[in-house]
């Protein structure tokens, strides 16, 4: 098996500041996303990278930057934090999509933002 | 527009009941997925279920592609089944995810 971690688990920044929040996974999967989720709330795709030197943007990346700086790792940057912003950033894995019947997502335990 | 939609949006049940979620995606739509997310915990992957009918344990999945929808069957609920369910797909062409809103299952002892 394998396992995704992010860090930090908790993030507290100021208004305006860069934040940047980062994860690994030892799955050796080629795609990674990054995810922003609201109390109460849907999953919303912000980046995703389908191979290692690839970076695309989501539905939400205005705001938003993000490196896959290797296989295995892919950073998101919160370019300036909005006062009062509070959200789960999830992290998630997976094979190059549609690969085979194993074709499914796996998730890291989140980095929570609180923006005073 | 909204590419997925799930209901209901919240669903209550007496322990031993069965529950049937319901996912309808838009023709742009492909590799449907069913994700469960316990409360404050972390997403874990159901199904991959582009098509057809899975079984896992007192869990089926069964997704008519031709008629964008998926249905997710929960057979003699547990407590330990609470949580919220996504339905997500890929958008066709772009390999981007889109994930529904959810619905909040509460299964009472």
């Known amino acids: 098996g394998g396992i995704i971690t992010q860090t930090p688990k908790f993030l507290i920044g100021q208004e305006g500041q860069k934040l940047t929040l980062k994860c690994q996974q030892n799955?050796?999967?080629?795609?990674m996303y990054w995810y922003r989720q609201d109390s109460g709330k849907g999953l919303r795709l912000i980046y995703y990278s389908i191979t290692e030197n690839d970076l695309q943007k989501g539905d939400l990346s205005e705001g938003y930057d993000a490196s896959r700086e290797k296989k295995s790792s892919f950073s998101l940057t919160v370019t300036s934090a909005q006062k009062n912003e509070m959200a789960v950033f999830l992290c998630?894995?997976?094979?190059?999509?549609?690969?085979?019947?194993?074709?499914?997502?796996?998730f890291g335990p989140g980095t929570r933002l609180l923006v005073l | 527009g909204q590419q997925v939609q799930q209901s209901p949006a919240s669903l209550v049940l007496q322990e031993g009941e069965n529950a049937e979620l319901q996912c309808n995606f838009s023709?742009?739509?492909?590799?449907l997925q069913w994700f469960y997310q316990h409360p404050g915990g972390r997403l874990v992957s159901l199904f991959y279920?582009?098509?057809g009918t899975k079984h896992t344990g007192r869990l089926t999945s069964t997704t008519v592609t031709n008629e964008r929808r998926s249905s997710l069957h929960i057979s003699s609920s547990q407590t330990t089944d609470s949580g919220t369910y996504f339905c997500a797909i890929d958008r066709s062409n772009t390999n981007k995810v889109v994930f529904g809103t959810g619905t909040r299952l509460q299964v009472l002892p």
């Open positions: 799955f050796n999967h080629d795609t």
């Open positions: 023709s742009t739509a492909t590799r």
């Open positions: 998630a894995s997976r094979t190059f999509p549609g690969l085979g019947p194993q074709d499914t997502q796996y």
């Open positions: 279920n582009p098509s």
